[in-house]
Each structure stands twice: as structure tokens, then as C-alpha cells.
């Protein structure tokens, strides 16, 4: 993990946050990368699957918790907040996905769209 010090230097010497906000946000990047991660190799093994039958089934990923979405989704504005929690909300039910994937597969779509 990268130390606050070594943020302020990619950052440059105008950089202005305090060493708790720089703080914050690393963390907050460090919770939106496990995020992304957990996703990517999601999806890899639902492709592996899928490729050696005809049945899709999408598993967990293991060792990704779910407090990396809540801290994902603190770093929305509140309309982005909902319509992310509501899209989980439907993935979850219409796609019969666990909590868990839908809220991952959630953010990265939204990460996605936001390039």
C-alpha cells in the first residue's frame, strides 16, 4: 500500500489535500480496485465456464468482501448512489444473482460507463 508520503509525491508539491483526506482517498481507491479485481476475475471464470458448458453459472469471487462496495458507493453523489443500489437490487433478482456479484457486476457497469 502505497504510504501517504509516497501519495503527496505522485501528486506533486502544489498538491493541497490534508494527510487525512489523502489518507481517504487512497483508501477509497485502494476498496474501488478490490471492486474492479473482484469483478474481472468473476467474470473470467463465467467465461471459463461457460466455454466448457452450456450452462452459465456465475460464483462468488472469494476473499473480496463486501465493504468494498459500501465504500464505492460513498464516493457517489447520492442520485448515482441510488440508481447503482437499485440496479444491484434488480441484477439480484431478475439475473438470480447473490447480493454479492450483483453489487460487484453493479459497480463495474457503472465504472464502465463513466470512461
Same mark, same amino acid.
Given at each position: 500500500?502505497?504510504?501517504?508520503? &509516497?501519495?503527496?509525491?505522485?501528486?506533486?508539491?502544489?498538491?493541497?489535500?490534508?494527510?487525512? !483526506?489523502?489518507? +481517504?482517498?487512497?483508501?477509497?481507491?485502494?476498496?474501488?480496485? +478490490?471492486?474492479?479485481?473482484?469483478?474481472?476475475?468473476?467474470?473470467?471464470?463465467?467465461? =471459463?465456464?461457460?466455454?466448457?458448458?452450456?450452462?452459465?453459472?456465475?460464483?462468488?469471487?472469494?476473499?473480496?468482501?463486501? =465493504?468494498?462496495?459500501?465504500?464505492?458507493? +460513498?464516493?457517489? &453523489? !447520492?442520485? !448515482?448512489?441510488?440508481?447503482?443500489?437499485?440496479? +444491484?437490487?434488480?441484477?439480484?433478482?431478475?439475473?438470480?444473482?447473490?447480493?454479492?456479484?450483483? !453489487?460487484? =457486476?453493479?459497480?463495474?457497469?457503472?465504472?464502465?460507463?463513466?470512461?
Amino acid at each position: 500500500m502505497l504510504s501517504v508520503p &509516497d501519495c503527496r509525491r505522485l501528486l506533486g508539491p502544489h498538491s493541497s489535500p490534508a494527510d487525512s !483526506e489523502l489518507q +481517504a482517498i487512497r483508501d477509497q481507491l485502494y476498496a474501488l480496485a +478490490a471492486v474492479v479485481v473482484g469483478v474481472r476475475l468473476e467474470h473470467g471464470r463465467h467465461l =471459463k465456464e461457460k466455454r466448457r458448458s452450456t450452462a452459465c453459472a456465475v460464483e462468488p469471487t472469494e476473499g473480496v468482501a463486501a =465493504k468494498p462496495f459500501s465504500t464505492a458507493l +460513498a464516493m457517489l &453523489d !447520492e442520485w !448515482e448512489r441510488e440508481r447503482v443500489e437499485e440496479r +444491484a437490487a434488480i441484477l439480484e433478482y431478475e439475473a438470480n444473482l447473490d447480493r454479492d456479484t450483483a !453489487e460487484r =457486476k453493479t459497480v463495474a457497469d457503472w465504472l464502465a460507463g463513466q470512461r
